[in-house]
């Protein structure tokens, strides 16, 4: 793809699932990554499987939640590679199915803290390096759940729909300023966070892929997490120069049923 080679990418959630492949796509694709995750072991090892493969990232420990620390994971991009060019804000949680009046406060704090806010800290901390620069772009990784409503999912849902309205906010104002921001909806994608949906535990390292979420996907099947990344790569890409603002549903067909 055009316009990714020699540039510098940080992806939140680095370590495992999407964020993994698409911290590889960028680098595939010729740009310096900055892997970000909260478990430090999955997230060297993102950085081992790149430079085996050739390619230049560095590991940064963060947790989205916490503004300080994303300040941090920003400064370790210009510290280390000069500048920042794309983002692809992609660190969330499930924690279990549960009817909207199960939910304990302190569950929903945490969930929007990293799935809603998460992005908000990343944003602010990332906006004013790649502002005015030309050619950056941001990439939010929202969900189907963004899109419409899920039962048993009311957290989940009202932060992915928060992140779908945070894109399109911040979209209209930096259209001016060179920074495109885009976010993709995933459906049920092969990593170990949908398992967790199931199982109710906040450990999104643990879990095998529930194969029950399939079900209602026209192409019949999950994704895989590189076709994610390639989605994600698209939009940050010059092939992807006039689109800002949207929430690309990358789903098997779901938000067309
Ligand atoms: P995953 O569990 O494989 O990866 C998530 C990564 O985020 C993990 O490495 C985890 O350590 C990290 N993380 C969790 N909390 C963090 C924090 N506070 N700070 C920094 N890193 C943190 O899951 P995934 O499926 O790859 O999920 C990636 C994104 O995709 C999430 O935002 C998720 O909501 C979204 N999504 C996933 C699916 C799916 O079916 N897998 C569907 C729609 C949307």
Redesign the pocket.
Known sequence: MQGISDKTAVV?????????ASAERFAAEGANVVI????AD??RETVDIIEDAGGDAVFVE????DPDSVEEMVDTAVETYGGLDFAHN?????TGFARVTDIEDGQWDRLLD??LK?IWNCMKAELPVMADEGGAAIVN?????GLVGMGGLAS?SAS?HGVVGLTKTVALEYASRGVRVNAI??????????A?SGGGNTD??EFEFDTS?MVDVPMGR??T?DE?AGVVAFLCSDDASYITGHTLPVDGGQAAD
Not at 36 to 39: E, G, K, L, R, W
Not at 90 to 94: D, S, V
Not at 185 to 194: R, V
């Open positions: 939140t959630g680095a370590g495992s699932g999407i964020g993994r970000a995750d909260v478990v999955t997230g963060v947790d989205v939640s992609n660190a969330g949680i499930l990293i799935n998460g990784t929202a969900s189907e759940a989940y992915k909806a995933p459906g049920p994608t092969e990593t170990n966070i949908q967790n999104p390292t979420a999950g994704a997490a994610m």
